[in-house]
């Protein structure tokens, strides 16, 4: 089994307590700061979205940088101790399974990422083909929102396209953005909720939230898998929505004309896009209440108690995996790296440079912790006194890199032979 499919199988099994922490943590922090501003919850499940991708990644570079060059000792970290979950005292292996992990994972990633291209490559053609279409309402819808954008602060030019296909405005693009609005909600919504729609779109544009947006479509993609991801991803879309209504709350100045439109949405029933911002994300009663009469909300302790009791186990499973890899480690022994391009090569004495002579010794030599050859001996001598001592005086005087014992570097003896030949 390649050693890299073998990192990269455990890397992922760990994720399944790592996502866990991760959740659990957010989740009580979430619940500290539920009467909190909408900005500051945004931020912290950003942060452990952010933390769901880097943890992994940086395992999986440190596997790879600690070398585990044997798939063997790769997965060997694999093993979990769930004695007292099953009862039965035995480890669970899961090396023999890394392979189909790690298949399965990489097929299902790829399907998941040529959706997500698909999608993006639909909003593109949709651009594209609504571009040179000569629409009088496109036309005055255009010229609102390029004044509304400024009103925002926005420099860049964004764009408005009519479409027939989606059911509710949709904001798409960073460098070039344009909100897509469809045409039947432009003949069937009042002009002035219809605006709201669009502050709200351009709160999106002013925030940067589509970058935002592509990167959660990527840790979804990778650690699709994980039900925490999609919970934390769920809860930014959420919260992102909140910060958006209130930004564009205060820019107009009125935030029932946007509860009102928010509730024309409701009623006409219109889907969720998720590959760009949409008017209508997340829960439109919730952000209904949210600008028309917001209420502290108070902690269900009776909903935190199962919350509780898997931050419990997510730190059973954290000890048992951290036993297990230290059990792994233990007496694992890694050989002491000889380079013997580093090295000086020994002077042949002048004696026998003068009388010509040549042989083979073979020497025996002490690497110390630090690296360093403490002492030497000669295994097999080259008939010479004087070669052998000048090959035991130039390996004396080189530095190698340490054999390690669980991790930590510990002293070693290797052998080597030198040519003595005049050729």
Known sequence: ????????????????????????????VLALLRNSRAEYRYLVACTALL??????????????????????????????????????GQLIDLGAAVRSIVSVWALCAAVLSVRMALGLLWIERTVQRNAGRHDPVQARWQARLSQMAQAFGITRQVRLRMVEVLASPVTAGWWRPVVLVPAALAARMPPDLLEALLAHELAHVRRHDYLVNLLQNVIETLLFYHPAVWWLS?????ERELIADDFAARQLGEPRRLALALSELERLQFSTHHLAQAANGGNLMDRIKHLMRPAPQALNWK???????????????????????????????AKAVVNFDKCALPEWPAAAVAQQRTGKVVLGFLIAADGKVKSSKVEQSSGHADLDQAARTAIEKCSFIPATTAGKPVASWLKMMYDWNLK
Request: glycine letters at 10%; one cysteine or more; proline letters at 3%.
């Open 1 to 28: 089994m390649n050693a890299f499919i073998a990192m990269l199988g455990a890397t992922l099994v760990h994720f399944l307590w790592q996502g866990l922490l991760i959740g659990c943590a957010t989740a009580v």
């Open 51 to 88: 933390a769901c991708l880097a943890w992994p990644a940086l395992g999986l570079v440190e596997r790879l940088g600690n070398g585990a060059a044997a798939p063997g000792e790769a997965t060997g970290m694999m093993q979990f101790a769930v004695r007292n979950m099953v009862g039965n």
């Open 234 to 238: 769920n809860r930014i879309r959420a």
């Open 303 to 333: 909903a935190a108690i199962p919350m509780l009791g898997l931050a419990l186990a997510c730190v059973a499973i954290y000890a048992e995996a951290t036993a297990a890899e230290a059990t792994t480690a233990k007496g694992k022994t």
